[in-house]
């Protein structure tokens, strides 16, 4: 099976996180490439950077204020962020997803999940980490798209024990079905809040891929 | 009635009082004196008019002076007004009485003003000194203009006037003496309210000290003691096993008074630095606002945690996910040492006969996955 080579550009001002990063997507089969890296989102937008179907950007670039603007900009351009942060508060993380990231990842599950989640983001299609699972188990806000009890036992699960074997056997679900419950989560929060391209783009390979309906939403 | 009285409320009801005593003294002088000296000496007055309407603007005076004082307001320059109507009242009094008679049963005027200045000016003893000097001197020009400035009589209106300004005084100094011994009493009171206080902070302090000696009572201290004796010994894996358990208790103990903002987190992480000082990778997650825990839901809880981590090896995994009416402790532990093939094990590191929690375990062949539900009531 001859899968095009993911091409991921690495925006973080910790040269280890890079480092670590680039040996993460080395030792993946079949491999990431990361094709331009650096400490701001320039490398983004020049070539060869520019060109790499996903981003993957440390929400904390030297200043205190988090990258909002810059998520905001690569968002609206089209391009597939995951954001790998230190930050778990929630409102950073829901904000992140309002604006159009792709993925919210903490530094802590990089390394289990930060490979499948650019796998995800460069075909479109949805994933969630167990920390952003966590995250969206718990939201109170009033933008929060209606779930159903059993979606947040899942998120939760999935939360707990990050693996998706375990929630399967705890809810007595398959796996299969608790990964089809939490794409069809995120689906519904990309079908929420500020309008982006990127978010567009997850729901229509949703809708194409028959994972959710157009009037489920 | 002034800023000092209010500072103090010990202060404040006495001179409340002092105030309403002054008043009722002004107005029964005013209908049981005046009035009637006024109605029985008719004829005397040149004109009676005059002298009826001094008579008059007292009265008035002392029916807007009471609200203020019956509700303990303070004066403010609402008091000018009525010192100077209630001395021009006085002053015609005077001026009503024929010569022959000043100084006699029919002159009462020039004795009450002192009263009005008292009722108006108690917070102010030196604006009430002032006021009654200002009325004596001119109550002396009249009386000399009307040409009885003899000797005599003006030894008797200094007795009558030393009588009654004596009189005066002592209520003003007592008022005086009411504020001091209300600060004192005031002062007192908050300095033992403090002890009170930190009577109360000690023995409670000392009350948690005693259930956490108690909570060690019953595990530490044995396994220790059997340490020592060489009862048990630090080769057995069970011992190894007791002693990460208690060594977390004490932590999570010590914790426990901290004053942090997410009390539970706290303690949480203190236990899982035992763990992690082994060398056992502990990944702690939180989501959710964490509530206001009682001490023994999180004593409960994080008994529950160290149990269960003091069995990892290499990793862990502990979330908490606080929700509306409940938290959730979640703690998995890969590896084998959770074979306890489908037959959950017995939930070790409770103390707490009044369990709090609702406790599962979950056994995989991947390794062990407690979790503890707390709900609110």
């Given at each position: 099976m001859a899968r095009p080579v993911i091409s991921v550009v690495v925006v973080d001002d910790h040269p280890a996180i890079l480092a670590g990063i680039r040996a993460w997507y080395a030792a993946a089969d079949p491999p990431v490439q990361v094709v331009a890296s650096g400490p701001n989102v320039g490398a983004a937008w020049t070539e060869p950077g520019r060109s790499a179907s996903v981003v993957v950007m440390d929400l904390?670039?030297?200043?205190?204020?988090?990258a909002y603007a810059d998520l905001r900009r690569l968002a609206d351009q089209g391009r597939q962020v995951i954001v790998y942060s230190m930050r778990e508060d929630a409102e950073t993380v829901l904000t992140c997803l309002d604006i159009g990231a792709f993925s919210y990842l903490t530094k802590g599950e990089g390394q289990a999940h930060l490979v499948t989640a650019t796998r995800a983001a460069a075909e479109c299609r949805p994933y969630l980490s167990p920390s952003l699972a966590g995250t969206l188990g718990v939201d109170r806000s009033p933008r929060r798209p209606a779930l159903a009890p059993r979606e947040t036992d899942v998120l939760l699960e999935w939360f707990r024990c990050e693996s998706k074997e375990l929630v399967a056997l705890k809810l007595g679900l398959s796996a299969r079905t608790v990964s089809t419950y939490l794409d069809r989560i995120r689906i519904k929060y990309a079908n929420t809040g500020r309008p982006a391209s990127t978010k567009a783009a997850l729901v229509a390979r949703a809708i194409q891929d028959g994972l959710i309906a157009v009037d489920e939403l | 009635m002034n800023a000092r009285s209010s500072s103090s409320p010990v202060a404040g009801r006495f001179l409340r009082s002092l105030r309403a005593a002054v008043l009722l003294v002004t107005s029964v002088l005013l209908l049981f004196w005046q009035l009637p000296t006024v109605v029985a000496?008719?004829?005397?007055?040149?004109?009676l008019w005059v002298e009826a309407g001094a008579l008059g603007v007292l009265a008035l005076v002392a029916v807007v002076a009471a609200p203020v004082v019956l509700r303990d307001r303070p004066w403010g320059p609402a008091r000018w007004p009525l010192l100077v109507a209630a001395q021009l009242a006085v002053l015609a009094a005077t001026a009503a009485v024929p010569a022959s008679a000043l100084?006699?049963?029919?002159?009462?005027?020039?004795?009450?003003y002192g009263w009005y200045a008292l009722v108006l000016a108690m917070d102010r003893p030196g604006l009430w000194a002032g006021c009654v000097a200002v009325h004596l001197l001119l109550t002396v020009a009249q009386v000399a203009g009307a040409g009885r400035g003899q000797p005599r009589t003006l030894v008797g209106m200094a007795v009558v006037a030393l009588v009654v300004g004596s009189w005066q005084l002592s209520i003003l100094l007592t008022a005086r003496a009411l504020e001091w011994v209300a600060a004192c009493a005031d002062r007192r009171a908050e300095q033992e309210a403090a002890l009170r206080t930190a009577e109360s902070v000690a023995e409670q302090l000392h009350r948690d000290r005693t259930e956490r000696y108690a909570a060690l009572a019953d595990s530490t201290l044995p396994l220790l003691a059997g340490l020592a004796t060489r009862?048990?010994?630090?080769?057995?894996p069970q011992v190894q096993l007791a002693c990460r358990i208690e060594a977390s208790r004490l932590r999570r103990l010590f914790a426990e008074n901290d004053d942090v903002a997410h009390p539970l987190e706290h303690e949480l992480r203190a236990c899982i630095d035992v763990a992690e000082r082994r060398g056992v990778a502990v990944d702690l997650a939180v989501r959710g606002r964490q509530p206001d825990l009682p001490r023994s839901v999180r004593r409960a809880l994080a008994d529950r945690a160290i149990a269960a981590l003091a069995t990892a090896e290499v990793s862990a995994r502990v979330t908490v996910v606080c929700r509306d009416d409940s938290v959730v402790l979640s703690v998995i532990v890969p590896g084998p040492?959770?074979?306890?093939e489908g037959s959950a094990p017995p939930?070790?590191?409770?103390?707490?006969?009044?369990?709090p929690l609702d406790v599962s375990w979950f056994d995989t062949a991947g390794g062990t996955w407690l979790e503890a539900a707390w709900h609110g009531r």
């Open positions: 904390c670039l030297g200043g205190s204020v988090p | 000496l008719a004829a005397v007055y040149r004109p100084i006699g049963p029919p002159h009462w005027a020039w004795e009450v009862r048990i010994s630090p080769d057995d040492e959770g074979a306890g939930p070790p590191g409770t103390t707490d006969p009044e369990e």
